[in-house]
């Protein structure tokens, strides 16, 4: 059995995906399975922190009516991954009852 894998589901972690790759749409082909680097998180987290929310909105990526509570689920996925010595977050779209550890 390989090593576990910390896969994303849900709003948060699709969003960050759409983040990563400036897309405006949903779509679930090119979100599902993006892998985003624990730097490439943490970027994001920086980031995002460092705007306002009017600048937020104006992301690529982030729904105007997400830019307000983006930022604890991206500082949790960050905080996750910086204790456990994660290196990678796979993003899925499809919820819990799809998966679990792997």
């Known amino acids: 059995?390989?090593?576990?894998?910390?896969?994303?589901t849900g709003g948060t972690a699709s969003i960050l995906?759409?983040?990563?790759?400036?897309?405006?749409?949903?779509?679930?082909?090119?979100?599902?399975?993006?892998?985003?680097?624990?730097?490439?998180?943490?970027w994001h987290v920086?980031?995002?922190w460092s705007l306002p929310l009017a600048e937020r909105q104006q992301v690529p990526g982030l729904p105007v009516d997400r830019a307000d509570v983006i930022l604890p689920g991206v500082?949790?996925?960050?905080?996750?991954?910086?204790?456990?010595?994660?290196?990678?977050?796979?993003?899925?779209t499809r919820g819990l009852r799809f998966a679990a550890v792997l």
Request: zero cysteines; a positive charge.
């Open 75 to 92: 500082a949790i996925y960050e905080a996750v991954m910086e204790r456990f010595g994660i290196g990678e977050l796979r993003v899925s």
């Open 1 to 8: 059995m390989g090593a576990p894998r910390f896969v994303g």
């Open 46 to 48: 920086e980031r995002l």
């Open 17 to 42: 995906a759409r983040m990563e790759g400036q897309w405006d749409d949903f779509d679930r082909g090119r979100i599902e399975g993006m892998r985003l680097s624990r730097d490439r998180v943490r």
